[in-house]
């Protein structure tokens, strides 16, 4: 009838492995069959839309097309009784690759303080910016026989994010991410080829990628006492240029207790990951054994020292105006640091702040609950955890089980059948993460408790960001057929390629706006928009990539079994 909405399809874009559970989903289309047909030619499966869901997030009613039953790899489109098709969507062998390389290749795009050269970066070749190999000591992180004006040499990592800052907190909990995925898959990641300039040697891409990071991280302890630079950065974000280009300072800046925690918590977990690559590289698992002790123990004496920008630029100049990172509640760090400590050392001085920090509860992974990374390492290896630790262990099977039986729900009732969203407040600044996070939290359920249904709806949350979602985006750059073009992000905006720098996660629908940028939509779901301005939705970031790295790379290694 005149008047009605036209019907939508929402689906994953990059498809569907024959033996994976597949959904659509539709607005706008009454009760009946639908169709799926191949691309130019006959039906090959009908079914028939679910009942109605009414969004909790938007506006939107929509219905379910299950179609796992077709498992013939095809080019295919979905046909609704209306008229109205899908854009067409493959079954295929390995449909996560492209997606998958692509997003842990996107890591090598972030790197600081070298030039991307063509062989590797293709038309996303850039020079060299931002060296980092004679930073000045800001004035908030002087010290005697450190004053402020001094240079400090700490260089590579990776960028942030859209911006060219260096933060190790964020850094931290991208690291715990990926050493997490060669842990948890390294037989899978062992023979994994990105296409970066060490794809050649013997060392898997994903930890010659996280190593270009890891030393930068090391590189911002300060060896006279432990402590570490919360971050390194300008004083204020910079246009959105390619990284040569301007020549403000960089400063270091104040030590924090988290930085501290989450650098002793990634030399702990590294020491281990690297320990058998000692051949390549003689020492570097003693190194970060080395400074991953002396920042627990610089931690451990300074408990409370929080980075708070405000405060520190009432009292230092110059004032610094970049990512902040502040986080006010340490008991998840502390747990991480500690998990990490225990199991690369065996020493058990760190059981009483594991079962201490245990009960402050289980969350969703994020730069500031890192908790969850500990959890991780302890289901990982626990057959480390002695015998008195045994319920301990039994409580975080417990908890993780909750956790996921909660996002199980979610997906069961929600208007895109996935557990993203059970929440509204699951569309937060970076809630693309969020969604990954939760697929890896599923994982994990599905780990500990032999229940598939975690696995299935994990894979919900891969279908949600690579397109099923009420957005209709799929949300990694140069995936799927519809993907942000204008991310927040300086080299894509800065090298006068039409097409972004591929292989990047954007923040994803944020009802919050900070940005103040025009959204076409404000419901919490839909309130996304591809535009550079909107950084609160459409900025990219490294902790943003990591947990959909791992996301992807765990299902795909699924897929192939
Ligand atoms: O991801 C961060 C988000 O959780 C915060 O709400 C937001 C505001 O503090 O900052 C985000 O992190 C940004 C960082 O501060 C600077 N680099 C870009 C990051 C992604 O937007």
């Known amino acids: 009838p005149a008047g009605t909405r036209k019907a939508s399809v929402y689906l994953n874009q990059e498809g569907f492995a024959p033996a994976f559970p597949k959904t659509a ?35 939107l009613v929509t219905r379910r097309a299950d179609f796992t039953a077709l498992q013939r790899p095809g080019t295919y489109v979905l046909v ?15 449909p996560l690759r492209n997606a998958s390389v692509s997003l842990l290749k996107g890591f090598y795009f972030q790197r600081s303080g070298t030039a991307l050269d063509a062989a590797f970066a293709g038309a996303w070749a850039r020079p060299a910016g931002h060296p980092d190999t004679a930073a000045l000591v800001h004035a908030s992180a002087a010290r005697p026989g450190l004053p402020a004006g001094s240079r400090w040499r700490a260089p590579g990592g990776w960028y942030d994010a859209g911006d060219y800052n260096k933060y190790i907190v964020n850094s931290g909990v991208t690291m715990g991410t990926l050493l997490s995925a060669y842990e948890d898959f390294p037989a899978y990641f062992d023979t994994l080829r990105t296409g970066i300039p060490e794809s050649g040697n013997s060392l898997p891409d994903i930890l010659d990628e996280a190593l270009w990071n890891l030393r930068w991280m090391m ?3 300060d060896p006279a006492d432990g ?81 708070q920008q405000e405060e520190l630029n009432k009292r230092f100049d110059p004032d610094i105006n970049t990512g902040g990172y502040g986080d006010a509640d340490l008991r998840d760090e502390q747990l991480w640091a500690a998990s990490e400590l225990f199991i690369t050392t065996r020493d058990t001085s760190y059981l009483p702040v594991i079962r201490r920090e245990l009960a402050t509860g289980m969350r969703i992974p994020s730069w500031a609950q890192v908790g969850f990374l500990g959890y991780m390492t302890l289901v990982r290896h626990q057959a480390l955890l002695p015998e008195d630790l045994r ?26 059948a996935t557990p993203m969203g059970h929440q509204r407040k699951d569309f937060a600044w970076g809630s693309n993460a969020v969604a990954a996070n939760q697929g890896i939290v599923l994982l994990y359920a599905a780990t500990v408790s032999g229940n598939p249904e975690f696995r299935h709806a994990a894979l919900d949350n891969a279908d949600y960001l690579l397109g099923r979602n009420a957005t209709g985006y799929c949300f990694i750059t140069g995936i799927g057929h519809h993907s942000p073009l204008h991310p927040h992000h300086r080299p894509s905006e800065g090298d006068g390629v039409t097409a972004p720098v591929p292989g990047l996660l954007v923040g994803g629908p944020n009802p919050g706006r900070q940005d103040q940028a025009k959204y076409p939509f404000t419901e919490p779901e839909q309130a996304y928009v591809d535009a550079e301005p909107a950084y609160a939705a459409n900025e990219i970031a490294i902790n943003w990539n990591a947990p959909a790295v791992y996301l992807l790379h765990a299902l795909r290694a699924w897929s192939l079994q």
Not at 263 to 285: N, Y
Request: glycine share 10%.
């Open 80 to 94: 609704l009784g209306g008229g109205e098709r899908s854009m067409p969507f493959r079954i295929a062998p390995d």
């Open 227 to 307: 402590g570490v630079f919360h971050k390194l950065t300008n004083p204020e974000f910079n246009g959105m240029v390619l990284p040569h280009i301007g020549s403000e300072p960089r400063y270091v800046v104040r030590k924090s207790t988290a930085a501290t925690l989450d650098l002793a918590a990634t030399c702990a977990q590294a020491a281990r990951v690297f320990e058998k690559f000692g051949t390549e590289l003689p020492g570097l698992a003693d190194s970060c054994r080395r400074i991953a002790l002396n920042a627990w123990q610089w931690a451990g004496a300074h408990p409370a020292e929080r980075y």
């Open 25 to 59: 989903i539709v607005t706008g289309a009454a009760a009946g069959p639908f169709y799926i047909l191949v691309e130019r030619g006959d039906t090959a499966f009908r079914g028939t839309l679910s009942r109605e869901y009414l969004s909790t997030n938007s506006s």
């Open 391 to 416: 319920p301990l262990y039994r409580q975080i099977v417990d908890s993780v089980t909750l956790l996921g039986a909660r996002l199980l729900e979610g997906r069961n009732t929600g208007a895109f």
């Open 219 to 221: 590189a911002m302890q």
